[in-house]
């Protein structure tokens, strides 16, 4: 056997059918007012319902994550918070818009809460990547780690085959 050592991230994970409809109590418990919901354009009629469910707890709609984390859209997602004074972020999508979201993090601290709809896995690792000038960096630090994570089966009923295969693949890694 090979020797190894594991660190356990904390992590609150909501899992189950209809476990959307607890996201006002996660972002309630968090101790936040005005949440700024992330999404890809892709995505944009989730983070309605998002908005939707969270009522007056919803800051705004950032939806215009892309894949690799560009350096200017996670400044633009960062200014777009500040001014709409939202106090978290909710980032319901794949591995672009949870990446958004820890890029947000990295500089601001607003804490995060995950809605994955693809099975990227980022949702509980404290790894992030931002590119810049078309090259990407990574790291690793704990204020980019969500601070819930809410995995509603129903949200990715829809996806393709080809993603399910592909995202799946990716979380087992």
């Given at each position: 056997?090979?020797?190894?050592?594991?660190?356990?991230?904390?992590?609150?994970?909501?899992?189950?059918?209809?476990?959307?409809?607890?996201?006002?109590?996660?972002?309630?418990?968090?101790?936040?007012?005005?949440a700024l919901v992330?999404?890809?354009?892709?995505?944009?009629?989730?983070?309605?319902?998002?908005?939707?469910?969270?009522?007056?707890?919803?800051?705004?709609?950032?939806?215009?994550?892309?894949?690799?984390?560009?350096?200017?859209?996670?400044?633009?997602?960062?200014?777009?918070?500040?001014?709409?004074?939202?106090?978290?972020?909710?980032?319901?999508?794949?591995?672009?818009?949870?990446?958004?979201?820890?890029?947000?993090?990295?500089?601001?601290?607003?804490?995060?809460?995950?809605?994955?709809?693809?099975?990227?896995?980022?949702?509980?690792?404290?790894?992030?990547?931002?590119?810049?000038?078309?090259?990407?960096?990574?790291?690793?630090?704990?204020?980019?780690?969500?601070?819930?994570?809410?995995?509603?089966p129903d949200l990715?009923?829809?996806?393709?085959?080809?993603?399910?295969?592909?995202?799946?693949?990716?979380?087992?890694?």
């Amino acid at each position: 056997m090979n020797p190894f050592v594991y660190v356990a991230q904390p992590a609150r994970i909501v899992f189950g059918r209809g476990t959307l409809a607890q996201l006002p109590d996660e972002v309630h418990a968090l101790g936040a007012r005005k949440a700024l919901v992330l999404s890809t354009p892709e995505q944009r009629a989730s983070a309605d319902r998002v908005v939707r469910l969270l009522g007056e707890r919803a800051a705004g709609v950032f939806d215009r994550a892309v894949m690799h984390v560009p350096l200017e859209t996670a400044r633009e997602a960062r200014a777009l918070a500040r001014e709409l004074r939202a106090d978290c972020a909710v980032a319901i999508g794949g591995g672009s818009t949870i990446g958004l979201g820890k890029a947000i993090a990295l500089d601001s601290g607003l804490p995060i809460i995950a809605i994955p709809t693809t099975y990227a896995g980022s949702e509980v690792t404290p790894i992030y990547g931002i590119t810049e000038a078309g090259l990407k960096k990574t790291g690793r630090d704990l204020r980019v780690l969500p601070r819930a994570v809410i995995y509603d089966p129903d949200l990715s009923l829809g996806l393709p085959v080809g993603m399910s295969v592909t995202s799946g693949i990716n979380a087992i890694a």
